[in-house]
């Protein structure tokens, strides 16, 4: 039974370590990296107009949502593999699968760019593949 709450654990705590770091990356990205596409999404809820927005957005503030996408799903996906010993591979891959649904719901809810929509599907599994090889590089018994 421990050894069962563990892998749920690890799971769990890369993905809430793979959230956060995705929310300061998209919050650096709105107020610090384009400050006035942050002022324009501020309080607006019509998916209409946010549709608007995302379709007029900068390529470059896109990729910054990628980029921390690959920096949140590389330290969850290290996190989960460190947490989880018996298979620190499957436990990255689970959070992965787990990650790369929430992007595509993100996706739906909010439609963005047709290059987004694939960025989102080949985004998350490599990225935590690496935590979890980097993982296991720190402590190679539990490779």
Sequence with gaps: MAKVL???GAVIAGFVAASIVMMLVEMLNGHVLYPELGKIA?????REVLRGILANA?????????VGWVLGSLLGGFLAAW???GSPLAHAMVL??????AGIANNYMLPPP??????????????VYAGATL????????A
């Design 6 to 8: 563990r892998s749920i």
């Design 58 to 66: 900068p390529i470059g503030a896109l990729l910054v949502v990628i």
């Design 135 to 142: 993982a296991a590089r720190r402590d190679p018994a539990r």
């Design 96 to 101: 992965g699968v787990l990650l790369t649904l």
């Design 42 to 46: 501020q309080g607006v809820t019509d």
């Design 83 to 85: 947490i989880g010993r």
């Design 114 to 127: 047709g290059w987004f929509r694939i960025a989102t599907l080949v985004a998350f599994l490599p990225a």
